[in-house]
């Protein structure tokens, strides 16, 4: 991979000023206390200099994952002057990327509730199955389509504090109880019939197709679909990796989605109650078949190997940052310029990502085995925090 231009010259930014909570020592809080954090709140002021291995990638390769952010951060005011800066750059050059971030950014490293600035960096990627419009002796496990007594309710339009805080339910009466779980869905979904968007014939496939969120559909007629997440039934994500653990049926170090595979392969009449052990559903829909990746939370395609998906409380959509970690089941380092575009319900923290490696097999087995400690940088417009 080519390097950067090599430059010792680097301009030292001016550092503003970025609101940081104060926070219990260990990030300890009091039994019942919660800490409250502003937006981006974890996020502190740095310098190009401090980013780890920032003239070691290939800056240039992340240039069409940033001009996908712009193409809708333009209509932000924070965003608008850093986007249209772009124009004229045509295919820049790797010095040509560093320019335009150092005139145009600042840094700022990402940190935890403890003040510690190492985090968990995991992957996933696209799976491509075969699949098939109609229920069949092969193909029996359904991806369902959104239901349409599925209500969700945005919390920050009551109660502006509990802005990304939503409650999904269903009525009951003149009441919202919560929506089906798992194993109600599993076991009983008649409120689901003609919900169905395709029809797989593995339920260890549909499960992780719901975690990864998207897919590609090779179909039994020969088409290619696209599905992508459209809603969750509002239950927390539990970890079957975790559980398995728990109860001695796995090691640690085989708890990866490909070990996770294996254990459901030896134990077929063990999986149905495991998996019901995450009680959160993910509903899809199909998505335009010209899309060169899977729909983002940004409303845009994410890019192989360019694209991370973090907790947007802390990280803003749509913002440059740069990763420092290491290739799965690796010490070799991997350092590069990615695109925070995508969020997961697991994605949870100030240092918290998940690497998008693709679609296919390859990148299905690199997505499975990482499980890194990692470090992040982000890159926000200079006077971001004054456009609030």
Not at 71 to 84: E, F, G, H, R
Not at 294 to 312: F, K, M, N, Q, Y
Not at 318 to 327: E, N
Not at 349 to 357: E, K, L, S
């Amino acid at each position: 991979m080519p390097k950067a231009p090599s430059c010792t010259c680097l301009p030292t930014e001016t550092i503003s000023a970025v609101p940081v909570p104060e926070v219990p020592k260990n990030g300890e809080t009091k039994p019942g206390e919660a800490v409250k954090i502003a937006d981006y709140g974890l996020l502190k002021p740095s310098r190009w200099e401090a980013i780890e291995g920032l003239q070691e990638d290939n800056l240039a390769a992340a240039w069409g994952a940033w001009q996908l952010s712009c193409s809708t951060l333009k209509y932000k005011p924070q965003w608008q002057a850093v986007c249209n800066a772009t124009n004229g750059l045509g295919t820049p050059s790797n010095a040509q990327v560093m320019e335009y971030l150092t005139q145009n950014f600042e840094v700022y490293q990402a940190t935890n509730l403890d003040n510690t600035d190492i985090g968990l960096i995991t992957g996933y990627y696209e799976p491509i199955l075969k699949a098939s419009r109609n229920k069949s002796s092969v193909y029996t496990q359904p991806l369902y389509r959104q239901p349409d007594d599925l209500i969700t309710v945005e919390l920050a339009d009551i109660f502006p504090e509990l802005k990304y805080k939503r409650v999904r339910g269903k009525l009951q009466g003149n009441k919202l109880v919560p929506y089906l779980t798992r194993a109600e869905i599993e076991s009983n979904a008649a409120s689901l019939n003609g919900k169905e968007l395709a029809w797989l014939s593995d339920p260890v496939d549909a499960f992780f197709l719901q975690i990864q969120g998207s897919g590609l559909l090779r179909l039994d007629n020969g088409e290619q679909v696209h599905v992508g997440y459209a809603d969750q039934n509002g239950h927390t994500y539990n970890s079957i990796g975790r559980i398995l653990i728990e109860r001695g049926e796995l090691t640690a170090d085989k708890a990866s989605m490909q070990g996770i595979k294996q254990w459901a392969a030896n134990n077929p009449g063990k999986l149905r109650e495991v998996l019901n052990y995450n009680p959160s559903y993910v509903f899809f829909r199909e998505l335009p078949g010209e899309l060169p990746g899977p729909l983002g939370a940004l409303g845009i395609p994410i890019s192989s190997e360019r694209s991370v998906a973090i907790d947007p409380k802390f990280i803003p959509l749509g913002a440059p940052v740069f990763l420092s970690t290491t290739l799965p089941n690796s010490e070799k380092p991997l350092k590069r310029l990615m695109m925070a575009q995508d969020t997961g319900g697991a994605i949870k923290g100030g240092v918290r990502a998940d690497f998008f490696w693709g679609a296919g097999e390859k990148a299905g087995q690199l997505a499975g085995a990482m499980k890194q400690k990692g470090k992040i940088w982000v890159l926000l417009p200079k006077g971001f925090f004054s456009k609030q």
